[in-house]
């Protein structure tokens, strides 16, 4: 079966440090991957995504950046924290698109920056 | 610019009644529409789609029905649960992408 695994599951940070989350996916080949930010109050943002290794695709200007050096594997990455950056980060995945296929979402890191 | 909207951010419904969440769009390109359940500090995890080509589906308690023309779905719960608290996200897919409502939050009295 198809597991996905996502840390570390709270972090706190102060502004202007690096941040690196890490999102692993096991039991499945070639999925796509997300990345997405639920702000307090607020919905789920989509923030990256990717169909393929080292293919990202960027939905949101901001000091985030995404990459995919494996198959299974999907980083988050930043150079220097904002406040802003505060939220519960979820990582996700789905099988190749072919008709709706639903999302299978990581158990989430909740990063406050300080 | 929200293309997913879900106006109602909480609602109580007493167990064993019928709990009715609501969910607009704006892209008519959409082709697929999927409702999620979260729990706190947990990822959402999947609960029932149709696609835009469908007006109904069902899966035991819960029946998602859309309508395209007013661009409009909605997820019905019947009977509700107390275990059915949690917050409800609905969702739209067009090509690779998923968006997401800003979520509902259902409480459910024993």
């Known amino acids: 079966s198809q597991t996905i695994h996502q840390w570390p599951a709270t972090l706190v940070q102060p502004v202007g440090s690096p941040l690196s989350l890490e999102c692993t996916v096991e039991?499945?080949?070639?999925?796509?991957l997300y990345w997405y930010r639920q702000a307090a109050g607020r919905g789920l943002q989509l923030l990256f995504y990717?169909?393929?290794?080292?293919?990202i695709s960027s939905e949101v200007p901001q000091n985030l950046s995404a990459s995919r050096p494996q198959d299974r594997q999907f980083i988050l990455s930043s150079k220097k924290l904002l406040l802003s950056d505060s939220g519960f980060y979820l990582c996700?995945?789905?099988?190749?698109?072919?008709?709706?296929?639903?999302?299978?979402f990581g158990s989430g890191t909740q990063l406050s920056v300080l | 610019d929200q293309q997913v909207k879900q106006n109602s951010p909480s609602l109580s419904v007493q167990e064993g009644r019928i709990s009715i969440l609501n969910c607009d769009y704006t892209?008519?390109?959409?082709?697929?529409f999927l409702w999620y359940k979260k729990y706190p500090a947990e990822g959402p995890t999947f609960l029932i789609s149709?696609?835009?080509?469908?007006d109904k589906n069902e899966d035991g308690r819960f029946t998602v029905f859309l309508n395209k023309s007013a661009k409009h779905l909605s997820l019905h719960i019947v009977p509700s649960q107390p275990g059915d608290s949690a917050v409800y996200f609905c969702?739209?897919?067009?090509?690779?992408?998923?968006?997401f409502g800003a979520g509902t939050r259902l409480f459910v009295k024993a």
């Open positions: 149709i696609s835009s080509i469908k």
């Open positions: 990717s169909v393929g290794i080292g293919q």
């Open positions: 039991g499945t080949s070639n999925p796509n």
């Open positions: 969702a739209a897919v067009g090509g690779f992408k998923t968006i």
């Open positions: 996700a995945w789905s099988k190749i698109r072919t008709t709706g296929e639903k999302l299978f």
């Open positions: 892209n008519s390109m959409f082709d697929y």
